[in-house]
C-alpha cells in the first residue's frame, strides 16, 4: 500500500520569502492532517481537513498560512511571507477510521522546512 | 494543554522488555489512550491504542490501569531499531463529534542498546 507523500522533502528559502509543500494522502482517507514540527519538540497540529472541508485550524498563523484540499484528495499548505521561526518539518498525514471511535494516522516524511 | 504525562527518556537493553509509562489521570470516559513513535528524520508512527482494555497487536501491547488513569506499552523483545521518541496520546472518541484534536507531547526517548 502506498503512504502518503510529501514534496519536497527539503526547502531552503530566506526571510519574506514565500513557500509551498504538497501532500498526496493515501487513497481513500477522507481527514487530512498538517502538523509543524519544530526540533525538540512534539508535532503541531495545524489544520485538519474532512474531505475537502476545515474541521479546525484553531492553530494556524491565518496571516501568513494557508491551505486547501481541492476535490478532497491532494492538499498544499503555504506560507508566505515566511519568518525565521517558521523553521521546522511540515507533516502531512492522513487517516484510517476504524469505526469503533478509534482513528490511526499514518504520516508523510514530511518537508523540512530552512528559512534564513 | 499537556493531558499526559511521560519520563523524558529511558534506556533499554536490546532483546529485553521495554516498558513505557504514561499517566493520564484527567482522562475521561470517551478518550483513548493512543501511542505513537517517531524514529529520526522520520514521521511518527501508528502503535497501538485503547479504551479500557488491555490490547495486543503485532508491535506492542498497552496495558490500561482499571481505573484509566495510567497505562504502560510494552514492547516485548527490544531492538535497536525501537530507539524511538514514544508519544502517549488521550483523545476523545471520534463518535462523541467533537473535533478532538490529536495533541503530541514531548513523549519519551527510548534508546536501546547493546
Known amino acids: 500500500e502506498a503512504g502518503v507523500a510529501q514534496s519536497p522533502r527539503y526547502k531552503i528559502i530566506e526571510k519574506r520569502q514565500s513557500v509551498a509543500f504538497w501532500c498526496n494522502p493515501i487513497?481513500?482517507?477522507?481527514?487530512l492532517y498538517w502538523y509543524q514540527q519544530i526540533l525538540g519538540q512534539g508535532p503541531k497540529l495545524l489544520i485538519q481537513?474532512?474531505?475537502?472541508?476545515?474541521?479546525?485550524d484553531s492553530q494556524l498563523p491565518k496571516d501568513r498560512f494557508s491551505a486547501e484540499r481541492l476535490k478532497g484528495v491532494d492538499s498544499t499548505l503555504k506560507i508566505q511571507p515566511a519568518k525565521l521561526e517558521d523553521s521546522a518539518v511540515y507533516l502531512c498525514?492522513?487517516?484510517?477510521?476504524f469505526g469503533t471511535g478509534g482513528e490511526k494516522l499514518f504520516f508523510g516524511s514530511g518537508t523540512q522546512l530552512s528559512v534564513l | 494543554d499537556a493531558k499526559t504525562t511521560q519520563p523524558p527518556s529511558m534506556d533499554c537493553a536490546e532483546g529485553r522488555a521495554a516498558n513505557l509509562p504514561c499517566n493520564h489521570s484527567?482522562?475521561?470516559?470517551?478518550?483513548?489512550v493512543y501511542w505513537y513513535r517517531q524514529i529520526h528524520s522520520q514521521g511518527p508512527q501508528y502503535i497501538i491504542h485503547?479504551?479500557?482494555n488491555n490490547e495486543t497487536n503485532e508491535m506492542a501491547s498497552l496495558i490500561i490501569t482499571e481505573d484509566r488513569k495510567s497505562s504502560t506499552l510494552i514492547l516485548p523483545h527490544a531492538t535497536l531499531r525501537d530507539t524511538a521518541v514514544y508519544y502517549c496520546i488521550v483523545r476523545e472518541s471520534l463518535h462523541t463529534g467533537t473535533a478532538s484534536k490529536l495533541t503530541f507531547g514531548t513523549g519519551t526517548r527510548l534508546q536501546v542498546t547493546l
Open positions: 487513497s481513500g482517507h477522507a481527514t
Open positions: 498525514a492522513s487517516s484510517f477510521d
Open positions: 481537513f474532512q474531505n475537502n472541508g476545515v474541521v479546525d
Open positions: 485503547g479504551l479500557k
Open positions: 484527567t482522562i475521561s470516559g470517551n478518550e483513548y
